[in-house]
T-cell receptor
């Protein structure tokens, strides 16, 4: 299966610790997104990469969050000094560039469920 | 700010009954996408609508995009247990080429 893979599937951490998640997109996809989803809500956009360039970041995203995609392939999302409010499912998605006037369809990974105690 | 509202939040149906979810945007959308998320799973793309008044069908699923491109609906005919999950609509954020804004989803529950 060459879908989007995320690691780890679950992460439990204590408040104040740093955590890092990894995402491996579909190999031919040049666009990579990070989303966050809490129970009963739709995914919330965090950040977007085209190849290795981080082109967009949510204005709501705390400075404690940082993401990288160093060689335009896999990506990491780091949360520093975690807070209980960071508990959520962190979803990675990848896509190919779509046609004019459309947003290309997103292929999501299974996510990393973060619990901050 | 820009909002996408989905109703209802939940819908309980008997297997074989129909299901409909409605999506309303505070702004005109260039396109709208629908995703399905099974319990414990991740969102899976269903369809994208681009044209005003567009209607697309996928077997028992019918998707509509409003004339004003501010609302959309998904109708499932004769629900089956495999339809269980949460259905989300998502549209482009204004002035962004990459962000999607998502509704909160409608959870389809089949009554035992």
């Amino acid at each position: 299966d060459t879908g989007v893979s995320q690691d780890p599937r679950h992460k439990i951490t204590k408040r104040g610790q740093n955590v890092t998640f990894r995402c491996d997109p579909i190999s031919e996809h040049n666009r990579l997104y990070w989303y966050r989803q809490t129970l009963g809500q739709g995914p919330e956009f965090l950040t977007y990469f085209q190849n290795e360039a981080q082109l967009e970041k949510s204005r709501l995203l705390s400075d404690r969050f940082s993401a990288e995609r160093p060689k335009g392939s896999f990506s990491t999302l780091e949360i520093q000094r975690t807070e209980q409010g960071d508990s959520a499912m962190y979803l990675c998605a990848s896509s190919l560039i779509g046609g004019w006037g459309t947003n290309e369809k997103l292929f999501f990974g299974s996510g990393t469920q973060l619990s901050v105690l | 700010g820009q909002q996408v509202m989905q109703i209802p939040q939940y819908q309980h149906v008997q297997e074989g009954e129909d299901f409909t979810t409605y999506c309303n945007s505070s702004t005109t959308l260039s396109n709208i996408q629908w995703y399905k998320q099974r319990p414990g799973g991740h969102p899976v793309f269903l369809i994208q609508l681009v044209k005003s008044g567009e209607v697309k069908k996928q077997k028992r699923l019918t998707f509509q995009f409003g004339e004003a491109k501010k609302n959309s609906s998904l109708h499932i005919t004769a629900t089956q247990t495999t339809d269980v999950g949460t259905y989300f609509c998502a549209g482009p954020v204004k002035d962004s080429n990459y962000q999607l804004i998502w509704g909160a989803g409608t959870k389809l529950i089949i009554k035992p």
